[in-house]
């Protein structure tokens, strides 16, 4: 009995070690226990555990035949993704080579395997050309760049004595935008990623840095959806996350 209390302690203590003390007493719960790929399913070819994180990978042997991801399905034992609606998201990610993202609000999509997702994604890449971008995978394309608060909204408008709605988009830069490249570290070190959805505000932040700001007023806006990590297509590459932990907000 001694034994089974003690190896539950253990394992309660290993699932609570990625969250801070300022964490532990206000609502943040892991998603990752840094040992095991239990509570998320990806094609198990490309995913594993390394490093205490969740790593994909592809070769040029192995190759990813279009995106794939790996995706939060929590206990469920069917492997049905976990939907979350508002929320505070932060992991810690490095990539080797090419490029990748943390999908959020997302969807299950059409495909050759069950692991295809579109939706919001905060991207990053090798290049750091698109880390901190708000990208819609299978969703719309680009939202807002890294630098920009970008609100989307419809408008009425009258053309030739007719009514009609037409979508706007309001880009305004960010403070430092053109800095905000260099609080992004290069690996083997690790950046953080911090991902706030409230209502239909999108905000993602590096290192403490907000690299975006999304306010989405489009009726295709997503109230909740999956959670998911992307292995990209193309070049062979190497992408980790760990630390994954997430607080659930009130409903705005």
Known sequence: MKSIQSIACFVALLVSSSLTAQ??????????????????????????????????????????????????????????????????????FR???????????????????RWRVGGYQADFDKGKGWTGTNYG????????????????????????GRKKTVTKRDVEPLEGATDLVKKIKDAPDWNEYHIIANGFHFIQKINDVTMSEFIDNDPQHREKGLIAVQLHAGPPMTVQVKNVRIKVLEAK
């Open 95 to 113: 990539i080797l080579e090419h490029n990748s993202g943390i999908q959020y609000r997302s969807f299950k999509a059409n495909g050759s395997d």
């Open 137 to 160: 995978e299978r969703f719309r394309g680009l939202l807002a760049k890294r630098g920009e608060k970008v609100t989307i909204r419809n408008e009425e408008i009258e053309k030739d």
């Open 23 to 92: 964490e532990r007493p206000t609502g943040w719960q892991n998603l990752f226990d840094g040992e095991t790929l239990t509570g998320w399913d990806g094609d198990p070819k490309f995913w594993s555990v390394k490093d205490g994180a969740i790593t994909g990978t592809t070769t040029k042997e192995v190759p990813a035949q279009g995106n794939t991801f790996i995706i939060y399905v929590g206990e469920n034992k069917d492997n049905a993704p976990v939907d979350f609606a508002d929320f505070e998201l932060k992991l810690e």
